[in-house]
């Protein structure tokens, strides 16, 4: 190294001496000895080494840039700043000669509400001797100070400010201020007035009528700046809205029903102030639609009884009551009310000519209705009050009750098997008992409870039972078919209870499976295992290779 580093100084490669040739061939000899022994630290230090070298180039190499830049950069800054020097000492003398107005406020669009108060900017500089004018159109509106127009609610504020109070929809418009130079140099400012909603229904009374089946079409008319949007709702009983139940000013209704009849609100609304409505009322005309409230009324004699049937009709119906097709007449037995359109037949004090066939007649203009209703003594329906489930796998215990002014006389059970599966059901023969109540006093409530075991039945097994009664005034109408099922065996539960259990047992049975959440498979463990002596082992032969280990 000192031969060569000798002979680049003095600008000739000189030969090397033979005390230099053995040097160099000692050294060698000494770095291939060095280099077998360290050679597994140079494989690893090396990679190091040139990236720590290519570092340091870049980062010169950058920095030699930046300096380039920055002297750029200050030299740009200096010639600029040169330049604005001179064109700051070339305007000054031009500007300090003459001033030429401007206007210091700027031109905008401007949104106000009918009646209010708007105040429109003009601010020039250096004005000087020159007049400032006000014009919409052609129309001037103020020259200098001086008001042209004639109209009271303009004036000039805090100099050539323009004022414009109660404003209405005809100030919408371009207003200009303008400076009378040779330029004629001007700044436009745009008004727009904002009206709130307002609406109105055609026809104008709100009043429609319409018949039932057919169509009908409710519009109304909306105004405002800007248009507004309309919608409809239909009021509730309690005088409320509704949800909407259509868009646009016209709603029509196609095959109307006696339901749809009512008060409907057409909004409008803009957003600027609050909606607004307007009420119209539909009203449907149709014949008269009866209900009934019981078809069939159980009473006694000396006991009183009720009659009620409603009447929907439009135009209003006139209503009158038969018994048997004769019409009934008041008397201090039987009166007659009328409540909105509820309409009740009271009779007091019933006789035994007082049981038999009622019906209530509704007639109006469109046409005419009728209901029927029976008054009898005979019993009520049976009820049954039994579970569906039985508790014994051979019997079944059934509990009823019936309703009946007189004692009741005999009463009728009938029951049945009915073989069943998913697909069919297949009814047997009827079992028929005729019982015999027991008596029972005149003063006791007119409610007969009763029950009865039924015997000799199978396991398991779906049946169907009914009841009917029977007193002096003749038998009941048969009451609703009642259906239950036998206990298999005496340790059968009720399927509402199965399915607590069963859902009990599930939940047990998941949380064993999920008991170990943080197990591992033994196959994944012996991967691992299997995996690390792998590796560990390749480290040691290559440590061996390389004379390491």
């Known amino acids: 190294m000192k031969i060569f580093s000798r002979s680049i100084r003095t600008g000739a490669l000189a030969p090397p001496t033979a ?4 040097t160099a061939t000692a050294a060698r000899g000494s770095r291939k000895s060095s280099q077998r022994r360290h050679r597994a630290p140079l494989k690893m230090n090396c990679p ?49 000669t003459a001033a030429l107005p401007r206007f210091m406020s700027r031109g905008h669009t401007y949104r106000a509400v009918v009646g209010d108060t708007l105040v ?9 001797n020159f007049v400032l004018l006000w014009r919409r159109g052609t129309n001037v509106l103020t020259a200098s100070n001086i008001m042209v127009t004639r109209d009271e609610r303009v004036r000039l504020i805090d100099g050539y400010n323009l004022e414009i109070s109660d404003l209405e929809p005809q100030d919408a418009g371009d207003y200009v201020c303008q400076i ?36 009908i079409t409710l519009e109304c008319k909306g105004s405002g700046n800007p248009v507004p949007s309309i919608y409809w709702t239909k009021k509730s009983g309690a005088n409320k809205s509704t949800a909407r139940i259509g868009d646009g000013p016209i709603l029509t209704l196609e095959k109307l029903e006696r339901q749809q009849a009512g008060v409907y609100q057409c909004t409008a609304d803009n957003g600027v102030g609050d909606p607004v409505t307007v009420d119209m009322r539909l009203d449907v005309l149709y014949p008269p639609d009866i209900q009934v409230e019981k078809s069939w009324i159980h009473s006694g004699e000396g006991f009183e009884a009720k009659l009620v049937c409603i009447v929907y009709a439009d135009p209003v119906a006139t209503v009158s009551w038969y018994q048997n097709s004769f019409p009934i007449q008041t008397t201090d037995r039987r009166t ?28 109006n203009s469109l046409g005419r209705s009728r209901k029927y209703m029976e008054l009898s003594g005979r019993p009520g329906p049976a009820e049954f009050y039994s579970p569906k489930w039985g508790r ?47 008596h029972r006093p005149a003063s006791e409530p007119l409610t007969h409870i009763m029950s009865y075991t039924i015997k000799n039945l199978h396991p398991g097994a779906y049946y169907e039972a009914i009841v009917q009664a029977k007193n002096r005034y003749g038998w009941n109408e ?8 036998v206990a298999s065996n005496s340790q059968d539960i009720a399927p509402e209870d199965a399915e607590v259990v069963a859902s009990s047992k599930s939940r047990s049975n998941g949380a064993s ?18 995996l690390l002596v792998l590796t560990l082992s390749n480290c040691q032969f290559d440590r061996r290779r390389l004379g390491l280990g």
């Not at 005390?19 to 053995?22: E, H, Q, R, Y």
Request: proline fraction near 7%.
């Open 478 to 485: 048969v009451s609703d078919i009642f259906q239950f099922i």
């Open 513 to 530: 499976v999920g008991s170990l959440p943080g197990s591992v498979p033994h196959s994944l463990l012996l991967h691992t295992v299997l």
């Open 392 to 438: 014994s796998p051979d019997s079944y215990n059934l509990t009823w009750k019936i309703d009946s002014y007189p004692p009741l006389e005999e009463v009728r059970l009938l029951y049945r098997r009915v073989l069943m599966n998913d697909t069919y059901q297949q009814p047997g023969r009827w079992h028929d008992f005729i019982l015999t109540p027991e």
């Open 120 to 128: 429109l900017p003009c601010q020039v500089e250096n004005l000087g």
């Open 336 to 363: 007659m009310n009328t409540r909105a359109n509820r309409h009740t037949l009271t009779i007091r004090h019933i006789q035994q000519e007082d049981f038999g066939n009622y019906s209530c007649v509704a007639d």
């Open 180 to 215: 009378s130079d040779k330029i004629n140099r001007d700044q436009v400012h745009t008004v727009e007035i904002l009206v709130p909603p307002s609406v109105r229904a055609i026809p104008t009374s709100g009043q429609l009528q319409a018949r039932k089946g057919g169509p």
């Open 19 to 22: 005390t230099a040739t053995a």
């Open 48 to 96: 190091i080494l040139i990236v720590i070298s290519l570092g340091w180039l870049l980062h010169a190499h950058a920095g030699s840039g930046g300096f380039a830049v920055e002297a750029a950069i200050s030299n740009r800054g200096s010639n600029s700043r040169s330049m604005s020097n001179v064109q700051q000492s070339a305007v000054a003398p031009s500007t300090l």
